[in-house]
């Protein structure tokens, strides 16, 4: 996100630097944010769609008494940021009423299997008896890496790993995790099949059979705009409640991620910003632009 950031800072300081902030110099600002937005890899249309907004705006507004037109022009970039990334949107991810069952989606690579480990650790430390399932029978050595993450954090796990039917072992799971006083399961499935249909209709079946509370999609940062057709191939299967965004550290095509996600009209709830268990935070999109731009 480094790009991104300092980036942003550089349409900033022409902002600072302007001196009438009429059409032209605006333009000129507007052309700036435009490169770099497109250089973080957000879908052309929302980059335009964003330019006109805030000409549209700031040539409209009045200027308050004790304001300048820069501070009035910072506040519009500012804004109209933070619904780039689904601002209007966010909120804080909570859990409803307990037992909770979380499904994890997701095409194979994205972080999934890591993103089960870290929202389990999350939710372990606000208090929850939290259970991973291993429902992914395709990918070799998923079921060992969260049985082993699982053992790391101190959390229940199930999986099974002579049986090849993700449905048996999400019922399996469930019932064995119960006993076990787990309150809230968190369910990684499969990222890659046979074929795409096949894999959907695996999310479907397992879906249908759990009735979780959440869905959550996990998409990778690095794939920038490109999420957006994820998200609306895992939306026609199932209803997303929330998606995670990983590998934000080092992505310069992490606005690109955010800002297609958001357009789909998916709920970003955390983003992960590294390899290690803790490297995960809940996404709030005023925070993340406050320190974008801080
Ligand atoms: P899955 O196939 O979707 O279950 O993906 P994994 O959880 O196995 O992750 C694939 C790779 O991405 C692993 O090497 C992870 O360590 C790495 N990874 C996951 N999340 C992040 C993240 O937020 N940042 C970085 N840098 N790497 C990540």
Redesign the pocket.
Known sequence: MESLRSGLLSVLEKVKNSVILDTKEVDSIIRELQRVLLKADVDVRLVFELSEKIKKKFFSREIPPGFSKRDVLIKILYDELVSLLGGENATPYTLGRMPYKIMLV?I????????AAKLAKYLKENGYSVGLIAADTY?PG?YE?LQQLATKIGVSFYGDPQCKDPVRIVEEGVKVLEGRGVQVFIIDTA?RHKDEVSLMQEVSEIYEKLKPDDVIL?VDATQGKGVAKQAIAFKEKVPLGHVVV?????SAKGGGALSAVASTGAKVAFI????KLD?FEAFDPYKFVARLLG
């Open positions: 997701g194979e690579g994205s972080g999934k299997t890591t993103t990918r998923a890496q990222g996990v990983t590998k934000l550290d080092g992960g910003t590294g390899e490297d």
